[in-house]
């Protein structure tokens, strides 16, 4: 069958127009103009995409579109030869807070799959490159470097945690072991051997002791050990020289060398911010966190308590809190009479950080010293786990926010990242460095990182390399080199989101499609609107129909198909005034063709920026 080369539209009714029939050539750009209220976004958006989604949804099984409800038919008779339709409009993406231009663009996708493939470990203690082995490797490395030698091979059991870890001793123990290494030190395996409970340990499984010489049997059993080692021990071990007490540490996967922090073999995920394997655990990946301010939860230390002066807790009333705040002061010696200014230091730490304590104290009414005590879990920390909590009311968290300061991760320092996520290099960079350049320059970092990676490496890179540096051209090609990566995507306006929906439609390489925008041109200079255009020509050519809803003179100019709606706003337009290409257009004498020809002018809304797409000329 041939392809339809119109879009037939047959008696259009919605809103202001007026029973309307047209073709809309395939394949092509076109341009729906007209004045502000004439009806093109009623025939652009309200019935063409309206009609593209509601054919859409009735492709789901019945059971899906229970869910998603149908969706009214637009008032028109008939829609012919339409394509699936996506509508690109001047609406921000994503208004989540984990949302990026990275993410929404899959970019970040790439470049995380690129840093776990080629990027090169260095360890965040000492900065040193990670050495990752195969046993085999190790094997011959501890025959080189140990020759002559008696050594300890140990597995890592528990690394700096608090425990007595009897039953664990007892368990190494049945599985046939003698020795295991705590805190340093090599001891039997006892019966009730244990360690203290309050302080933390390091403990290591001695896995063999054995001479290193290059002889079969002892590669053999060496080899055993290796294995036994990584295996106890999740693919880490040690070896300790008899006449030293210094390990030296070996990993299948990536180890300091020196001071033997390992790294779990990298996935994409550990380069998520929203994956718990790569986000900053301090900020769960947002990059910013709330704290709580103690200046906003006393802000005025001429107040006493009682005159509330601890604003959350307000004015003194006959509750809970208030008997423990006078429990506080009984044992810290104010009232909570006396301004805040003059409560002694260890009493506000208490009142805002918790702390419990029982006493005694003389009552002088009963002339004998009474019991006393308090456990208050602390003002600032009530409102911390309360901004914390999960399950808790939007008005709750918004008094939570009234005291606190949303700052910077401290730890990532905004980067949304673990410590070990940015000590992955590709080219000297971590992937924070990199998304925190703008595209540009990104791009020519992207595009010069062949000549900066190993042999090896590039052939697993190559083709992630690629598709970044399409992604990127992209972006550029619309005119956003300034962005970069990082910029959360709730910030950007909405002609920023528009375009970047536009290079990502691009980037999709879908045909076949009818693509719906309004305006994109708003807010763009000149020099970027020809490459807005240009990317707009590049989705026809490649096989897609582009519906623009637009009144910028260039695009019109350059567009292959023009139609002109009105003659004015609301019950006065809803009618085509005429339609064709742009030089048959120049000809007539409509007011469009006279602003084509640049004999009038047509007012602009001067916040053309942040227009409704209803209320633009
Ligand atoms: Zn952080």
Redesign the pocket.
Do not use: E, I
């Given at each position: 069958m041939k392809a339809e080369q119109h879009i037939e539209v047959l008696g259009a009714r919605v809103h202001n127009l007026k029973d309307i029939d047209l073709k809309i050539p395939r394949n092509k750009l076109v341009v729906i103009t007209g004045l502000s209220g004439s009806g093109k976004s009623s025939l652009a958006f309200d019935t063409i995409y309206a009609e593209g989604q509601r054919r859409y949804i009735e492709t789901f099984s019945a059971y899906a579109r229970q869910f998603l409800g149908n969706l009214e038919r637009p008032d028109v008779d008939k829609i012919e030869g339409l394509s699936p339709v996506i509508a690109i409009e001047q609406k921000t993406t994503s208004r989540s807070p984990r949302s990026t231009v990275g993410t929404i663009t899959e970019i970040y996708d790439f470049l995380r799959l690129l840093f776990a493939r080629a990027g090169t470990a260095y360890s965040y203690k000492t900065g040193e490159k990670m050495v990752s082995y195969t046993d085999e490797q190790i094997l011959n490395k501890i025959l080189d470097d140990f020759k002559g030698k008696s050594v300890n091979i140990l597995a890592p059991k528990i690394r700096s945690r608090k425990g007595h870890y009897r039953e664990l001793f007892e368990q190494i123990g049945k599985q046939g072991f003698v020795k295991v290494r705590i805190d340093g030190e090599i001891k039997d395996i006892v019966k009730g051997l244990k360690v203290d409970r309050y302080k933390t340990h390091d403990i290591e499984i001695v896995v063999d002791r054995l001479r290193i010489e290059d002889k079969t049997s002892v590669r053999r059993r060496l080899f055993d050990s290796i294995k036994t080692a990584m295996k106890l021990g999740q693919n880490t071990m040690l070896l300790i020289p008899k006449d030293q007490t210094t390990p030296v540490y070996f990993s299948r996967e990536l180890m300091c060398p020196t001071t033997g922090i390992a790294y779990p073999k990298p996935e994409p995920n550990s380069f998520s911010f929203n994956s718990p394997k790569g986000a900053?655990p301090?900020?769960n990946?947002?990059?910013q966190?709330y704290v709580v301010n103690p200046d906003k939860i006393i802000p005025n230390k001429n107040l006493s308590v009682n005159q509330g002066g601890i604003e959350p807790h307000g004015k003194s009333k006959k509750n809970w809190v208030f008997k423990q705040l006078k429990e506080i002061a009984l044992h810290h010696g104010f009232k909570l009479t006396d301004p805040i200014k003059d409560i002694p230091q260890e009493a506000i730490e208490v009142i805002l950080y918790g702390g419990k304590a029982s006493f005694k104290h003389y009552n002088e009414t009963m002339k004998m010293d009474i019991e006393h005590r308090y456990d208050f879990e602390g003002v600032a920390n009530f409102i911390e786990k309360t901004y914390h909590a999960k399950q808790i009311s939007t008005s709750l968290k918004r008094w939570a926010k009234k005291y606190m300061d949303h700052i910077l991760?401290p730890?990532?320092k905004g980067?949304?990242l673990k410590k070990m996520a940015l000590h992955f290099k590709v080219d000297n960079y971590n992937i924070s460095e990199l998304v925190d350049k703008d595209i540009l320059a990104l791009f020519d970092i992207i595009k010069d990182l062949p000549n900066h990676l190993s042999a090896s490496k590039l052939k697993i890179a190559d083709e992630i390399i690629k598709e970044i540096k399409t992604r990127l051209q992209f972006l550029i090609d619309v005119g956003l080199t300034y962005l970069n990566l990082n910029r959360g995507s709730k910030t950007l306006s909405g002609g920023e989101a528009q375009r970047i929906r536009i290079a990502t439609q691009i980037g999709s390489q879908l045909v076949g499609v009818l693509y719906i925008l309004d305006e994109p041109s708003i807010g763009l200079h000149q020099r970027d609107n020809e490459k807005l255009t240009n990317s707009l020509k590049y989705l026809r050519d490649i096989g897609n129909s582009i519906i623009v809803v637009e009144h910028d003179k260039d695009m019109m100019i350059s567009a292959d198909h023009i139609i002109d709606i009105g003659p004015f706003a609301g019950k006065n337009g809803g009618e085509i005034i005429s339609q064709g290409p742009p030089n048959e257009i120049l000809k007539q004498h409509t007011e469009t063709a006279q602003y084509l020809n640049g004999k009038k002018e047509i007012e602009v809304p001067k916040n053309a920026g942040e227009v409704m797409p209803s209320i633009y000329i």
């Open positions: 900053c301090d900020c990946g947002l990059g966190k991760c730890s990532c980067s949304r």
